[in-house]
């Protein structure tokens, strides 16, 4: 049960409200991320796991820019659907006893991640264009960009990854 409302009464507080969730996604998957890359074996998923890692230490510190100029503060809500998100993965990890299935896992996990940041990205960055914040809207579609790309990324990765795993014992 909830005792206090967030009281979103209009756009600005729904956005900053949707900023203050996106920072724990972001907090949780830089925390879920060292796990995937660990467990991946696919070298070139390694990689596109690592440098999205580093990626996403950029999206919390634009986040945090954002939230200090709107708020005067940095404060997370917590992300109920990434944390689901996570644990699904982390599942996955433990339930996959072959590599090159496990590997088609974390990507299958990982690209839910994604999809999920794109919608919520492209979410706050037209929020940001309707309230005349150029400059927010413009710092939260190049963390779209790299959102939209990773999850390119990992697709390239699956045609390989993915017959692979369909060829496991
Ligand atoms: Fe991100
Ligand atoms: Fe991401």
Do not use: W
Request: glycine residues 4%; negative net charge; charged residues 30%.
């Amino acid at each position: 049960m909830k005792f206090i409302s967030a009281n979103l009464d209009n756009l600005r507080k729904l956005y900053i409200d949707q900023l203050q969730h996106l920072h724990s996604a972001e907090t949780q998957i830089i925390k879920a991320l060292p796990k995937m890359v660990e467990k991946s074996t696919d070298p070139q998923l390694k990689q596109a796991l690592d440098t999205h890692l580093q990626e996403t230490r950029g999206h919390v510190t634009r986040l945090e820019q954002i939230l200090r100029q709107c708020t005067g503060q940095v404060d997370s809500k917590k992300n109920k659907g990434i944390a689901a998100l996570i644990t699904e993965g982390e599942d996955i990890i433990t339930d996959a006893n072959d590599e090159a299935v496990r590997d088609a896992g974390i990507i299958a996990a990982a690209q839910k991640v994604e999809h999920y940041e794109m919608a919520a990205y492209g979410t706050v960055r037209t929020f940001a264009e309707i309230l005349g914040e150029t400059q927010q809207a413009d710092l939260l579609e190049k963390t779209l960009d790299e959102e939209k790309n990773a999850d390119s990324t990992l697709t390239q990765i699956s045609d390989s990854a993915n017959t692979r795993a369909d060829k496991a014992a």
